[in-house]
């Protein structure tokens, strides 16, 4: 079945550091990908997403690209704030069948220190 | 309200109790889903609906778990005989038809659940 695998955490950067959060994934057909961000205390919500091979998503300076041959979507950013403290999770939702549901990695925690 | 509500949003219960967890999706979406976020272990899925097709189940861990959604708006997981195992964050997601791999989901603040 499809899974998903990313780094484990916890992350701890200083701010204005480079992040770089990987993430591999199986899947048959043509999946999307997305990374969702969950700030302490609140709901998990949609960061950034991609369709298609080669496709890059991009959201609040943070960048993920569709790499199909090695079948990946880290994440990075050029220089992390404190506010970008949160639990990442790299997601996949398959084309295959009627159902979309998303199919979730196990979270990467990153703390950034002024 | 603008978002997808849950309630509660903590429950503590006694081992071998049943309950019920609410999700209000958020007006005019027409797919559900049922999350279970455990400490270390990522989202899990649960159980997915999709307007008037049958739900997917395929991820209920045991036949204690069980879900409605009725008139096509509100659903209701109830986990009966609860273990401490079940201790987890419930989450549920809304989406707008759940008919294309590339829609945004929007998630509740989800309901903490405590079983001693």
């Known amino acids: 079945g499809d899974s998903v695998t990313q780094m484990e955490g916890p992350v701890t950067l200083s701010e204005e550091a480079f992040l770089t959060i990987n993430c591999t994934y199986t899947?048959?057909?043509?999946?999307?990908l997305f990374w969702y961000v969950q700030y302490p205390g609140e709901g998990l919500q949609l960061l950034l997403k991609?369709?298609?091979?080669?496709d890059k998503g991009s959201n609040k300076g943070f960048e993920a690209t569709y790499r199909k041959e090695t079948t990946s979507f880290h994440l990075e950013k050029g220089s992390v704030q404190v506010s970008d403290s949160a639990v990442y999770f790299c997601?996949?939702?398959?084309?295959?069948?009627?159902?979309?549901?998303?199919?979730f990695g196990k979270g990467t925690l990153l703390t950034v220190n002024p | 309200g603008a978002g997808v509500s849950q309630s509660p949003s903590n429950k503590v219960t006694e081992k071998g109790k049943d309950v019920e967890l609410r999700c209000d999706p958020i007006s005019g979406h027409t797919a559900l889903y049922w999350y279970r976020q455990s400490l270390g272990q990522g989202l899990e899925f649960l159980i997915y609906f999709q307007g008037n097709s049958a739900p997917d189940k395929s991820g209920l861990p045991s036949d204690r778990f069980s879900a409605e959604r009725t008139g096509g708006s509100v659903s209701t997981l109830t986990i009966q005989r609860t273990q401490q195992e079940d201790s987890a964050v419930y989450l549920c997601a809304s989406s707008y038809s759940g008919g294309r791999n590339n829609e945004k989901l929007f998630f509740g603040s989800g309901t903490q659940l405590s079983v001693l």
């Open positions: 991609a369709t298609k091979a080669d």
């Open positions: 997601a996949l939702s398959n084309s295959g069948g009627s159902n979309y549901k998303l199919t």
């Open positions: 899947a048959t057909g043509y999946p999307s």
